[in-house]
């Protein structure tokens, strides 16, 4: 069992924004190197990487560059957003056997160029996966989600108010946090309700930024980590979820395409755990559309399957209203879309005591990565 | 065969084919019969690799629909903002399809009025170009 045995010993942020002069490259080491800094770990003692399977910086790049030493442990996890929380877990399963011991996890990325998303050149390029929905004009991921949320509202009786909910907890909690980009741009009931549409039901505001930047997380043994230079943040839980006959993005074909990954990721995570969801003030949670969070809700159990939507009601996702905090440096709506791996570092700052949205009396944070794709999720304590 | 696009996959021929000919048929198991989509090699069920085409009736339910708006590219962008759909078949409403609902058999994509699109209403299976020209199965109300 993972339970407490590893811990998040460092992270490292480089700043996020539009149009970074700096290559992925550059900024995956910038980053890496800063969280090994904050750790109080020497790049040399690095032995372990894991990143995504989108990430471009390839790990030897990344070992040459840094100085590290031998590594014995490399992987890389796919799905896109679905990946963040499985860099780390699967890092600490690696130092949990015994085959690495300081493990760094990173994303770097840059995609606030227009030629960078992806889906840009979808409709002349039929890829594999597209291929039973982008001949009819399905194209962008933003497209992909809308069809789940408009089910969503039909089945459950959800209007746009829960989206609106989630969009406007997470700029409040980024008008708090200098890095994001959101930060001096508040965000009233009224413009988010008159917004463009994007794909109807989501407009504007249920979307996530497009930004450059990059992170990086240190993963060792407690034993490790309470010599290191920041209070340990250990690794309580961690499970992955690829739920039956699921298709990523396009999740329309399977029996029940509702019953997204944290319903089956929630069962493993909790099985192992000393917390209940009723025992989490504080989640991060993937939101490159807003809807995604209120399918995290229900699949992880904070509510029932269908009840997000009254959950949420009232500003309950605020860092301060008691209920369970989302996403409180603003996540990928309002502090910067970097694959959900700030999602992560927010984490962990919320259990160092560090976040400018602090929880009072958090003493773990579920982190969970994309609902729309096979995915994987972390619970986080102090 | 020129009616199968280029980037189908291997086992998708069977669904082309039957477009052409104004056809919607579905893949199913040869042993245990089950349907299947998206086309796959083997029955999720009974694991069996060998599998038989079946003709629809072209009946369906709305399942749900988006109204796509820009930015977009080529050659969608003009056309928006317009819908796409997806259709549970009445032979087995686990089997879905992406669509788009038209308001009459080869009229655009765009003509349908967001207001007017209800998830749960029936419809039927027309067949009409696309981008590029490719015949596509799309959708009108019953």
Partial sequence: ???????????????????LPASEERLACEAILAALDDAGIAPREVDGLCSFTMETTDATEVARNIGAGDITFFSQVGYGGGAGCATVGQAAMAVVAGQANVVVAWRSRKRSARSARIWASAADSVAASGRWSRPWGLLRPADEVAMLARRYMHQFGATREAFAEVALALRAHANRNPRAAMYSRPLSRDEYMTARWVSEPLCLFDCCLESDGALAAVIVSRERARDCRRPPVYIHAFAQAMPRQIYSMTNYFCEDPLRTPSFVCGKLLWRDCDFTPADVKVAQIYDAFSPLILFALEGFGFCGRGEAADFVRGGRLRWDSGAVAVNTAGGSLSEAYVHGFNLITEGVRQMRGTSTAQVEGANCCLVASAEAVPSGALLLRS | MADVPSWAGEEDAPFWQGVACGELRVQSCARCRRLRFPPRP?????????SAWQPMSGRGTLWSYVIVHPPLVAPFAELAPYNVIVVALEEDPAIRMVGNLLAEPHGPINKVKPDQIRIGARVKAVFSEGPGGLRLPRWIYE
């Fill in chain 1, 1 to 19: 069992m993972l339970k407490d045995r590893t811990a998040i010993a460092g992270i490292g942020e480089t700043s996020f924004g539009k149009l």
């Fill in chain 2, 42 to 50: 083997f029955c999720p069920l009974c694991c069996s690799p060998e």
